[in-house]
């Protein structure tokens, strides 16, 4: 509803309200704000061009954005406007739609174009959301009413509030980081790629060192005409070679002994340098010295972000030189150490874990309490607990930690249990897993029959386990993305606190990898800026665990160069 009012009396209404929705009608941007209650205070219909300046003489009050992030908070960067915090209904729609506790609430909501994939950053829309008319999502307040209701009626309210602003900060970092930019030294990256490949080779054209391993690998297979791009074609040279391989994998052909070895594993990662990071992603990917990742925020089930476009989650340690500073600026980076075991401690309320992590190397702490020999066997055993690892190294090490660690183990293992059975689990805020598809449910039908065969057994069996690794590693790594998430969200504010001027001229973060963050910052707050990522992090963990006696120790470098870190 539009309150009939004067300007200065719904400014003056207006401004205590504490969320503004912002969605398109036709080729205007709406605007609404509104009090806690839900009640509309004002509405505006503004042009498009108009959106920036409204938008920042509302930021000065500080109201929550309620909006599709990827839909509009890109073109506001570009105009200068910068806002501290937002309610993404798109994101907040995927998780409510799908977590255990408010599910029930979305089953009889058709799908609209609030469960869409993100605008793709490259491409800026011809409308506001650029949404097509039979894609069009519900209006903006009742579907914000709609989730509101879904949060409050949820047995533990809190935890879903949370995870919803965190995911929400998430997709302003993602577009900030896109709009600033890693810093990327082009002139580096060829020298790089010159170095290691020879030079630059038209297109369809192996550059000349890998012909010349293309060669060495043809020799010594005695295959002249090989192609060894062509998995199998490889295959089948390395076997006439008498070689019983039944893959090309790289640890495969790592264990064999022939002459064919060591160029064939050298073709195989400047091959990968090329067709990943070479010349074209060069040509494709990096403008004005930076490279701008195209991230898809909770892309991946457990809340993990992917992307799209550039592969930002994959950048090898072999171009990570090209990744240079602004003259007068430093890098820092910042990575979690040993994240999904301490963030398992912490869900499981385990004191004895945490205690062997408490200012020190988890895996470290771990051989001290006399679970196991050394800190390869502490790693190896922790990653197959968190995997399901039964078999190995990992295997045969769970048992020693479960009987020093139960209540970790004990966690991971309920978890497991309940998706062998075709149940979902939950994150510590409340992200849901999803149910087992069609095939697993049929496998295990066939199984239940009374007249089943050995195959159909087996075949059932292996799908629950792998449910079950499956639903074991949620819980944990889908934690773990929480408290990355908030660890960005509170990083945020407090970069933004140690600068003036647009987002750019302030230390700001440039790229995430999981646990791992860069941040490009001014040289002379460079130390402020890394004490930030440290004490965000220490807020993080309280976020999530309280005054659980969990810490979250971080890496941290201040470069010139994310080689160097």
């Not at 704000?33 to 004002?42: F, I, K, S, Y």
């Not at 309620?66 to 501290?84: I, S």
Request: net charge neutral.
């Amino acid at each position: 509803m539009t309150l009939t009012a004067t300007d200065s009396e719904r400014d003056g209404a207006a401004t205590a309200a504490p969320y503004v929705v912002v969605d398109a009608v036709g080729e205007k941007a709406r605007t609404r704000a509104l009090d806690a209650g839900g009640r509309v205070l004002d509405e505006r219909l503004l042009p498009p061009d108009a959106l920036a300046a409204h938008v920042a003489s509302w930021e000065r009050r500080r109201p929550r954005w309620v909006w599709d992030t990827a839909a509009a908070y890109p073109t506001l960067l570009d105009a200068g406007v910068r806002v501290e915090r937002c309610h993404d209904l798109r994101l907040a729609r995927a998780i409510l739609r799908r977590a255990s506790a408010t599910a029930a609430r979305f089953a009889g909501v058709p799908v609209d174009g609030w469960d869409d994939l993100p605008a793709d950053q490259r491409v800026a829309p011809v409308a506001l959301f650029g949404l097509e008319p039979a894609a069009a999502p519900t209006d903006a307040v009742a579907e914000f009413d709609r989730q509101a209701a879904a949060i409050d009626a949820a047995p533990n309210p809190g935890a879903l509030r949370l995870l919803v602003a965190a995911e929400s900060a998430g997709a302003l970092a993602a577009a900030e980081m896109w709009h600033a930019g890693l810093p990327w030294r082009a002139d580096v990256h060829e020298r790089i790629l010159e170095e290691r490949l020879g030079p630059r080779a038209r297109d369809g054209v192996r550059p000349a060192v890998l012909e010349a391993l293309a060669g060495r690998i043809r020799q010594a297979l005695g295959a002249p005409t090989l192609n060894p791009d062509s998995p199998v074609e490889l295959v089948k040279a390395l076997r006439a070679a008498g070689l019983a391989v039944e893959t090309t994998r790289s640890r495969e052909l790592a264990v064999l002994e022939h002459p064919v070895v060591p160029p064939l594993l050298e073709y195989k990662k400047l091959s990968r340098l090329a067709s990943a990071n070479g010349w074209h992603w060069l040509d494709t990917w990096v403008a004005d010295g930076r490279f701008r990742p195209d991230y898809v925020v909770g892309g991946v089930v457990t809340g993990r972000w992917a992307t799209r476009n550039g592969g930002a989650m994959q950048l090898p340690k072999q171009i990570r030189s090209a990744v240079v500073a602004d003259p007068g600026w430093r890098l820092v980076v910042a990575d979690a150490a040993q994240l999904e075991p301490r963030v398992l401690a912490g869900m499981a309320q385990d004191r004895s874990m945490a205690q062997a992590g408490h200012g020190r190397d988890l895996y470290d702490g771990i051989v001290a309490t006399g679970a196991v020999a050394d800190r390869s066997a502490a790693k190896y055993g922790m990653l197959g607990a968190l995997y399901g690892a039964t078999q190995g190294a990992g295997g045969r090490l769970v048992p020693r930690l479960a009987q020093r660690f139960p209540q970790s183990l004990g966690l991971v293992e309920r978890a497991a249990r309940l998706g062998e059975r075709g149940g979902t689990v939950s994150t510590l805020l409340g992200r849901t897993s999803p149910a087992p598809s069609e095939q697993w449910r049929a496998a295990q039908q066939a199984a239940a029959d009374l007249d089943a065969d050995a195959p159909a057994l087996r075949r059932a069996r292996s799908l629950a386990r792998d449910q079950g690794r499956f639903t074991r590693n949620f819980v944990v790594q889908g934690t773990a993305a929480e408290w990355a998430l908030c660890w960005m969200a509170e990083l945020r504010k407090r970069l933004w606190a140690l600068g003036s001027g647009p987002l750019r001229e302030r230390p700001h973060l440039v790229y995430f990898l999981h646990d791992e963050v860069l941040v490009h910052t001014p040289e002379a707050v460079a130390e402020d800026a890394a004490h930030a990522v440290r004490e965000a992090a220490a807020t993080a963990g309280r976020l999530l665990f309280g005054d659980f006696p969990i810490d979250f120790p971080l890496d941290i470098s201040v470069v010139d160069s994310y080689a160097d870190a």
